[in-house]
């Protein structure tokens, strides 16, 4: 097994900081606005290119090998799976009638 790392310079770092930050001005300037539904699709759009920029650089995933990353697909997969499930479970329940005033 190698012991080679890979280096990551420090401006890739605070260029991926500064672009979180931006992101994070770009989600809460996209909250004042209303956009109806859109409000919600561009949150979790916002959020997700954040979590990719985490996941990728913060956490060295970019320069890992194909077991970690075949392990960190296996947690998103895992996440969708179980939204799917709460998703199934919310969307095919019936009104109950005097509930909620």
């Not at 075949?70 to 969708?80: D, E």
Request: aromatic share 18%.
């Amino acid at each position: 097994m190698s012991t080679e790392h890979h280096v990551t310079p420090l401006r890739v770092y605070f260029t991926v900081f500064a672009l979180l930050l931006g992101l994070t001005f770009l989600t809460w300037w996209v909250a004042t606005i209303d956009l109806g539904a859109w409000n919600t699709t561009i949150a979790i759009s916002v959020a997700m290119t954040k979590v990719m920029l985490v996941v990728l650089w913060f956490m060295h995933v970019k320069y890992s090998n194909k077991l970690i990353w075949f392990f960190a697909a296996a947690g998103v997969y895992w996440l969708v799976l179980l939204f799917g499930f709460v998703m199934t479970d919310y969307l095919t329940r019936l009104p109950v009638t005097g509930w909620g005033g």
